[in-house]
């Protein structure tokens, strides 16, 4: 395997960049993760629920340029922080001193917070940062850090500094008064030529301002003697009229430039700001990257802006939906009670207007946001628990869009609870209500009558939008974006930009949920993971650097105990005594030393300079900053010891060393570490091979993605051709045709020399774990075959549903979408004769027998109504349907549709149209239905029927569990996290990807297909799996293989052995939770580092110090 | 017809290619209902905007021309300016009013002749001079009831001085060119007439 290491760069740390991001540092790449923000999180860090859990689970996922593929040579722009997040202990002071109060972005500006301040307020380790457009740079934050974390005088422009040169005082002082006081320079002054050099002796410059006539020393001598002591140093002549051309020679000697006295501020600020950009620009990054992760994701829609009906920022308690998750929140601005902004009176009734800048003209958007049905139906559920259940939600909407996977469960358990109620209707403004703090809007319901009701507050589902610097970042990397400002890519992938090492994940190619994201994001990991590895910039083998432990392991415990100290005054010495030699009566404390701001690089030297040769356990007592960051691991390696027996504990600085609390932390350590004993690496040998099973075009592009990088694949198809759906799917709706596409697929599954295809061939059986699995292969007339793997991933895509209803079966003219595809594909379909052609949508979806929705359906509709439409311009075409998914970019189409003259009629699941078939010379099919607009029957004659029947998996249960993995109650296969985890098994090694996932399209299943084979490369690129630090294991004298913590573990890392004498652990995929030393009666499974003796020590300790 | 009845499709009305230029003009409504209930006269309409649209979509030109919904809308282009598909319904109004007009339909001779007679003491002065103006639609309605009818309203605008009773005190500017132009306009098709500068 190659041993190169490529490098590649990820821009936007939102959720799909830290996937990326975490991908390709998996695959062994070095990342580079840019973003604008101070923080890391994007839009996320600020929703605190996700559904369909509605908690957060993002923790779950956790484990200017030029050039060509491989050589991208970017330029980063870094703002330097002012704070310096290795010593800020988050103590808080600097914020306490602050003069300066802005809105709070975080809380969608509910609050308001200081200049220096948390990005986000639940991050751990939480440092400060300054906001750099809001500081006035009064300065009044550094002298009372007590680390000295904040460097704010050494920052921006008071680093810069200016020497001004000139024998008249009046000049001096007025140019210190521009540029020192005004502009924010750091400015120095000298009367004379010596003086001049003097001050340029002594400390660097980086702009003087020299005046040309001086007595003594001339302006130019000085010029020539300053290029000698500060070469790089740039000055600017100051000259009367008379002596022009003199400056004009001083600029052949270096001069940079000149200017003529008098002159006002205007003409000499620009030059100075030239200079000091010029010098920032030096302290850009430069990286050379072999591909690049755009991440940049998408804003909100701003509903103040343009003719804002809405009334957002004008009528009090109208928010957005941003707003409200922020008011939902424990860090929002009412500490998670749910109170309106205006005058904190607790919500009860509240009203979500959807589609506000989404599926609006008038703003600028013919495109579905995607998310906001979900993210209503979410918030009005989280707020009934939040604010009680005499909460009432009311969602006015167009189209309930709950088009992914599980989102129409959810929605149902949402909307059938009594205190959410669905309005089908669009509210056109809100105006204020005189003499009232309530909301009152009006709408027009589905019946047509129109509804007025008062609300306490309406939140505003706000669509998103391209972000504003996409344009930007597009227009650097010569890569193209669509009318509404997002991403283009290549027909059928979501995340391939035009230019080849250039890829898109989350949003940017266009609205999507988190799991698509978090899929996209996979995607284009592991496509620019082929960049590079195809550029000759290989995988890395993650070579376990063998640190040089000290075997401690038959030594009695001799334990050091570091305590750190903030200030120094007699009471904490006399403290910090008293607790020591209370320490030191455990004979195991061998040493106790007191340090002083470990939280400093000082402190930090002197603790790892701290003599260990006669102890081999070491506590660290110090702030709460210090035990999370992750410095305590650091100092395995300068200590010699094995990080496990280096403990770390927190240590309140608000209070004295002799406070109950830090004494019993301090004793519950020692007890622990006593008990502690080194804990070995654990690894698993890994096959490089991959298996795929299902080789439609999800599969085939898992396979070509992961034998791409230089691993072999087995590809398993059960039928006598690769293909899949693609083989009788004839166009896209945008036009493309499908069979080049798979035509070219196919040649380079068959060309590739890592690929291994077996078409007629089905899986039979399988056992094994991430790592090594055996996979037994039944061909159709051959011997059967078995297959070592190291991970598997199931394809095996899904079936259009079978239907008998609306007719189905008993008439030529009554057809499912798949069969009018095929009678397109085949020419067999006379559009002529034919004048019109009603689709109905939702056949046996949305409701048993398949209570989810199948995604494609809809725009597959418009595809054929249009392609119909464009053959035969006088066809009508009616559309019967539920709710129109055209989610995201397709809802133009769904506009494009209308335009041409296709109806559509909405109808209720329990008021569904009427089919009956016509026998002689009537037209085939009589279609009664019951239009809501009108409130009136339509009958339609209809030569053709199209039914949407929905998408069934062909996932075999008995495949899925084979490999134990799990299917969901609709028989697709089952993620191990809906949103963070898309795309793998909660068993190691098991991935799904395709229709076998979930119902999607075509650049949606090559998404998928990626994100699975990037994940799978995560365990197939090494040779050896390494294990988490901390697993269980079971000591087999105790064992009665009573077998209940095999069934207890929630990753199936445990089995009986071959020989069925002994319970195994995979630590590969042991996870540490310790379920299994729960539920075992006899202590015989215990999780490492977390032994009896030791944990019972722990508290043990803690309860003697109380 | 009433629009509650039985709508068949396609649709079998066959003088309902008059409506063409208007479907295309609604063709992309969403059916929000936000035209609706921005509607300031909705309460006076017997249908409200939405379903005369829908009836408009699916050609029902008899059910649309029965209804007084266009005739009342009153050009305030709130519709226009909320439609989230941006679709020039005060035009498509003002269209449907010319479709009835053209059509002289029955129900709308009243307010055809007002519009009509309105326009012709425009043309004639340049402006609006009420006795005339009523004067006129009186005769044109040969309807010895409709003065009556005006009665109350007319004496509220006496009152109130808004009824110039005596000739104009301005002179007159008669529009007769202007007019003919507008009409010259209006018999060619929609594209030439925004070439030429209008909405």
Known sequence: MDQKIGSALV?????????????????????????????????????????????????????????????????????????????????GQCSEVCPVEVPDAFNAGLTHRKAVYLPVPHNIPNTYTIDQAACTRCGACEPVCPTGAIRLSAMGRRAFRILVVDDESIVRNSLDAWLGDEEGYTVEMAASGPEALEKLSAAPFHLMLLDIKMPGMDGVEVLEKARVIQPALQVVMMTAYATVETAVDAMKIGAMD?????FEPDALIPKVAAVYDAFQETGYLKRTVGAIVLATGTTCFDPSVGKNPMGYGTVPNVVTSLEFERMLS??????????????????????????????????????????????????????????????????????????????????????????????????????????????????????????????????????????????????????????????????????????????????????T??????????????????????????????????????????????????????????????????????????????????????????????????????????????????????????????????????????MDDRQGPDAPATVAAIMAGISRLKNVSAIEENSIAVTNRALVVGGGIAGMSAALAIADHGVDVTLVEESEQLGGNLTWLHQTIDGAPIAPFLDDTIGQVDKHPGILVMTDSRVVGAFGQAGHFFST???????????????????????????????????EAVVTQRELETRIHENRLDTDAMKSVVMIQCVGSREAPRNYCSRVCCPTALKQALWLKSRSPELQIYILYRDMMTCGLAEAWYTEARKQGILFFQYRPDRKPEVSINTGDKVPVSVRLHDPILDAPVEIAADLLVLATGIESRLPEALALAYGAERDQDGFFQE??????????????????????????????????????????????????????????????????????????????????????????????????????????????????????????????????? | MNPQSVTTLPTAEESSESLDPIRAMVSACIQCGTCTGSCPNALEMDLTPRKMWRLVILGRLSAVMESKTFILCSDCYTCTLRCPRGLPLTEAMEALKGIAFARKEARHRGSRLFYEKFMETVRRHGRIREMEFMTRYFIAMKSPVAPFRFAPLGLKLMGKGKVELGGGKSGDTPLGALFEKVADLERTPAATFRKEGHQ
């Not at chain 1, 011997?783 to 007719?807: C, K, Q, S």
């Not at chain 1, 949103?979 to 098991?990: H, N, Q, S, T, Y």
């Open chain 1, 513 to 650: 949920d988190i799991a698509e994201s978090v899929i996209r994001a996979s995607s284009a990991a592991v496509n620019a993971s082929r960049t590079i590895h195809r550029a000759g910039g290989g995988l890395v083998e993650k070579t376990a650097v063998p640190d040089a432990y000290r075997d401690v392991s038959r030594e009695p415990p001799r334990i050091l105990v570091v305590l750190c100290r903030c200030e120094t005054s007699a009471e904490t010495d006399s403290d910090l005594d008293a607790l020591s030699a209370r320490l030191k009566q455990d004979p195991a404390v061998t040493q106790v030393v007191v340090l002083e701001h470990i939280c400093t690089a000082d402190g930090w030297n002197a603790l790892t300079q701290t003599d260990t040769a006669g102890v081999n356990r070491v506590l660290v007592g110090a702030c709460r900053t210090f035990t999370y960051g992750k410095k305590a691991h650091g100092l395995a390696a300068s200590f010699g010891l094995d990080p496990s027996l280096i403990e770390s504990v927190a």
């Open chain 1, 976 to 1106: 191990a996290d809906s949103k963070w985890r898309p795309v793998e098994a909660l068993k190691a090694g098991v991935f799904g990807c395709g229709i076998a996932l979930s119902p999607r399209s075509i650049p949606e299943a090559v998404a998928t297909a990626e994100a699975a084979a990037g994940r799978a490369l995560t365990i197939l690129a090494v040779e050896r799996l390494p294990a988490a630090r901390t697993t269980a294991i079971v000591r087999h004298s105790l064992c009665t293989l009573c077998l209940r913590c095999v069934d207890t573990c929630p990753y199936g890392a445990r089995f009986l052995d071959d020989a069925g004498q002994r319970v195994q652990v995979n630590p590969a995929m042991c996870q540490g939770c310790g379920d299994c030393a729960t539920a075992c009666p006899n202590s015989a499974s215990i999780v490492e580092g977390f032994s009896h003796r030791s944990m019972f020590g722990a508290i043990e300790g803690a309860l003697v110090a109380m």
């Open chain 1, 11 to 91: 821009v936007g740390a939102g959720i799909s960049g830290i996937r990326a991001s975490i991908d390709l540092a998996q695959m062994g790449y070095r990342v580079t993760l840019a973003d604008r923000a101070p923080h890391m999180g994007g839009i996320l860090s600020q929703l605190d629920y996700q559904f369909p859990t509605d908690r957060c689970g993002m923790c779950r996922m956790l484990p200017m340029v030029e050039g060509e593929p491989d050589k991208f040579q970017v330029t980063l722009k870094q703002a330097p922080s002012p704070v310096d997040p290795d010593c800020c202990i988050g103590c």
């Open chain 1, 330 to 511: 424990g860090t929002g601005p009412d500490a998670g009670r749910l109170c309106r902004p205006s005058d904190k009176r607790p919500v009860k009734r509240a009203a979500w207007i959807q589609c506000v800048g989404s599926r609006d003209l008038q703003s600028g958007a013919d495109f579905c946001s995607t998310i906001c049905c979900m993210f209503a139906l979410k918030e009005a559920a989280v707020a009934r628990t939040v604010a009680g259940d005499d909460f009432q939600a009311t969602i006015i909407y167009m189209d309930m869009r709950t088009f992914g996977k599980s989102f129409e469960r959810y929605g149902q358990q949402t909307w059938s609870t009594d205190g959410v109620r669905l309005e089908r209707g669009r509210v056109h403004s809100i105006a204020p209500t005189p003499g009232s703090e309530d909301v009152a809007i009006r709408w027009t319901s589905a019946s047509g009558e129109t509804r007025e009701e008062i609300f306490d507050l309406v939140v505003l589902s706000v669509g998103q939008r391209a972000n504003d610097q996409t344009a930007l970042l597009a227009e650097e990397l010569g890569i193209d974006t669509d009318g509404f400002g997002f991403v283009r890519t290549v027909p059928f992938s979501d995340t391939r930009t035009q230019r080849v090492g250039v890829f898109a994940g989350g949003t940017l190619t266009g609205p």
């Open chain 1, 777 to 811: 292969i039944e061909t159709a007339g051959e011997p059967t075959t078995t297959v070592e793997h190291g991970a598997v991933i199931l394809a095996t895509g899904g079936r259009e549903a079978p239907t008998d209803a609306y007719a189905h079966g008993t008439s």
């Open chain 1, 258 to 262: 000149y200017l003529v006295k008098p």
